[in-house]
């Protein structure tokens, strides 16, 4: 009977312990236009994690966005539009897009709550979310291709 109590008390710490501990990379970011999921990477992040008695930093690098979108499918945009940010976990992070270009940042795209204006130039774009919570930050690329009229 004795081992019998000591098992299920093992069971539930175990269950306590695995349940208290959170994700060790920031969530997926999910960005649709007009209702059409977009290819979205991962870049750079730092991201604490922690369990009951542990906690881990982990810091990943990343190529810049100009060369993770190297080898990416671009979402084709006639005309301006938004796109929706979310998060597969719901969080809702502080964040800001911006433009790349030529090696560096072009400039910060116009974003309101869950919404990005999109570029309306000709051309293929490079976006890179910024995303911060309170357990760390990480980066996105997708890239949108404006066609000529």
Known sequence: MKTKKLLIILTWIVFFIS????????PEAIVKINNVTVETEKGSYQWLAEGIFTKKLIHADAAPPLDIAKNMNSKIVKESLVANIEFNDGSQPQWEAYLWGEGEIEKILSSYDKELTLPTETGRHVIEIRANWANGNASYVFVVEV???
Not at 19 to 26: L, Q, V, Y
């Open 19 to 26: 349940g208290c501990s959170n994700k060790e990379e920031p």
């Open 147 to 149: 066609p000529e009229p």
